[in-house]
């Protein structure tokens, strides 16, 4: 009892309403700043960054000063990093914030059978264009968002359909050079600009579309379909591998893998969304 009224005594004499709404504010700072980077892949270097800061209090509550010291110097360039590399997610963020649309679209958590009709329209579309030598790159949204992506090519928001596929790649298209952007059972944008793969590997042996195809795969954990317009092949491109001269089962077998959530995942996933609603 005696040491409850001493922490009740500490608390009472140390923390008062400016405390409060001091602790508060910054609460709500961080969960905003939070909000305003999901959906991009700054959140992934955001995360390197709070280790880091994890690994700085460790080392200097127990004394180990070199490595306190040595954590302390990653850990600038951590932050220049994050302005320098992550330049557009900032910007989107700070345009963002400036429409005071503090919250971006997320990641829809699909069910199985709509999954399946996911899967089986982009097989078919990827089919239809193999047939006709129509070159084409889909990109299929997973756990790392894509709004940065999203926003080099021009806004869609249509429903997937093995027509609509085939009609932003048909040649007369002036989106059917770049990639179309799947974010849940929709198509979010359509001629976008994907990141190159600076792979000497591939340089001589693919084009244009599965060196970009190869690029985001090694920076997100996108699954992307590649048609090639020289050949017809169909092949698939997911974390920084690449997948070539698929047939169509073989083609909706590897994106079921990566896009079905085991029912255990999705109960929790959506059992956070109902706790945080």
């Known amino acids: 009892m005696d040491s409850f009224q001493l922490l009740r005594d500490t608390i009472r004499s140390n923390v008062n309403w400016a405390t409060v709404i001091d602790i508060a504010l910054v609460a709500i700072a961080i969960y905003y700043l ?75 958590d699909l069910r199985g059978e709509e999954v399946s009709r996911l899967v089986g329209e982009v097989v078919r579309g990827a089919r239809l264009c193999a047939q006709s030598r129509v070159g084409a790159l889909m ?23 093995t027509e609509l596929l085939r009609t932003i790649f048909f040649p007369g298209s002036p989106l059917h050079d770049g990639a179309a952007i799947i974010g849940g059972e929709r198509v979010a944008a359509a001629g976008c600009v994907l990141p190159l793969s600076e ?56 994106l079921l893998d990566a896009l079905v959530r085991p029912e255990r995942e999705r109960s929790i996933i959506r059992w956070k969304k109902a706790d945080a609603a």
Not at 140 to 159: C, H, P, Q, W, Y
């Open 34 to 108: 939070l909000l305003l980077v999901r959906g991009t892949r700054a959140i992934q270097l955001l995360k390197g960054i709070g280790v880091l800061l994890v690994l700085v209090a460790v080392s200097r509550a127990a004394g180990l000063n070199t490595f306190h010291w040595l954590v302390t110097q990653m850990l600038l360039p951590g932050v220049i990093a994050l302005i320098v590399l992550f330049q557009p997610e900032l910007r989107l963020a700070l345009e963002r914030l400036g429409r005071g649309r503090l919250w971006p679209g997320g990641v829809t």
């Open 199 to 254: 792979r000497d590997d591939v340089g001589s042996l693919f084009g244009t579309r599965h060196r970009a195809a190869l690029g985001l795969s090694e920076r997100t954990d996108a699954a992307v379909v590649i048609v090639s317009e020289e050949s017809g092949a169909v092949s698939y491109a997911l974390e920084g591998r690449l997948f070539t001269n698929l047939t169509d089962d073989a083609l909706r077998k590897r």
């Open 139 to 161: 990109v299929l949204e997973r756990e790392v968002g894509l709004n940065d992506i999203a926003n080099t090519g021009k806004r869609v928001d249509g429903l997937v359909s």
